[in-house]
């Protein structure tokens, strides 16, 4: 019997997810000063004022813990202008988050396949390029924030059709510059 082989595929989806795979600390944690290596790691990679850099470190902190939770915000990043240093944020939070897949883009079917299968941070660059009037995006983002949500599909096993649940709830960072124009992310 020939064992089916690891698809590329497959392995750049496990290496990307466990690139944070780190063993939990055991001891005592002085949250102020984590806080602040975090922050000054940050912002020794990318031009940010110290609130919006606590806000980044909370999200990818909250990103280790939020199952517990029943909602959890989307991290938009934003800018001036083009050029401003978004994708580099994103490569910043890359490093800080758990279970990390970025993409610079993205099927619907492979976004909630995404998250029912591994349950990743999903760090998606470029969004303004592919999402544009694609309003079912919009509506695993709009449900994507809060447990319980999730989207319906038919899919053929066999001869058969069966309905399937895919859950949508997982952390999501989006640049802000795919809100411009006519794409739109959810209110």
Known sequence: MKTKPVSSTSSII??????????????????GMLMT?????IKNHVIISDHDALIVGLWSINTWCYRDFQRCPLLLINAPEKECGKTQLLKVVEKFVFRPMESANITLAALFRLIT????TLLIDEA???MEGKTEF????NKGYEKGGFV?????????LVERAYVVMALKSWPESCLSGTCRAPQ
């Open 138 to 141: 919009a509506g695993v983002v």
């Open 117 to 120: 299968n591994f349950m990743p």
């Open 152 to 160: 319906l599909r038919v899919e053929a096993v066999g001869k058969e």
């Open 128 to 130: 303004d390029t592919f």
């Open 14 to 31: 496990s290496k990307s997810l466990d690139a944070n795979n780190v063993e939990p600390f055991e001891g005592a944690i002085d949250c």
């Open 37 to 41: 290596e975090i922050m000054r790691a």
